[in-house]
Nanobody, 127 residues
Framework: QVQLVESGGGLVQAGGSLRLSCAAS????????MGWFRQAPGKEREFVAA???????????YYADSVKGRFTISRDNAKNTVYLQMNSLKPEDTAVYYC?????????????????WGQGTQVTVSS
C-alpha cells in the first residue's frame, strides 16, 4: 500500500509561482512512476506531468502541452518526495492538484493507470 500526501497549494496572482510537494510512504519510492494531475470545477481530471525511471540512474519527465515550459516535475528519492514547480501561473491553472503513483514502468498519462492517489491540494490563480 502506498500513501501520498500533497502540500504547497494556495492562492497566487497570475504570473506567480508555487511548488507542490507529494510525500510518499513505502521503501520502493525510487521505482514508482509518479504523476501529477489536476481537476478544475466541472471538468474531468487531467494529466499535468509524470516522471518514471529510464535506467542508468535517471528519470524521464513528460508534460501536458498546456504546462510545458512552465511546470517542472522533480523527485528526491532520499525524501520519498516528488515536486511540481509551477511558474508563470495563469488563471486557467486553477484546480485541485493530485499526485499519483504506480509500480508499473513507463510513462502513464491516464488516471486509470495509477492505483494510488493523494487527497489533493487546491491551487487558485487570481487574475
Amino acid at each position: 500500500q502506498v500513501q501520498l500526501v500533497e502540500s504547497g497549494g494556495g492562492l497566487v496572482q497570475a504570473g506567480g509561482s508555487l511548488r507542490l510537494s507529494c510525500a510518499a510512504s513505502g521503501r520502493a519510492f525510487s521505482s514508482y512512476a509518479m504523476g501529477w494531475f489536476r481537476q478544475a470545477p466541472g471538468k474531468e481530471r487531467e494529466f499535468v506531468a509524470a516522471s518514471s525511471w529510464s535506467g542508468v540512474r535517471s528519470y524521464r519527465s513528460y508534460y501536458a502541452d498546456s504546462v510545458k515550459g512552465r511546470f517542472t516535475i522533480s523527485r528526491d528519492n532520499a525524501k520519498n518526495t516528488v515536486y511540481l514547480q509551477m511558474n508563470s501561473l495563469k488563471p486557467e491553472d486553477t484546480a485541485v492538484y493530485y499526485c499519483a503513483a504506480t509500480f508499473s514502468s513507463g510513462i502513464h498519462y491516464s488516471v486509470y493507470e495509477y492505483p494510488y492517489w493523494g487527497q489533493g491540494t487546491q491551487v487558485t490563480v487570481s487574475s
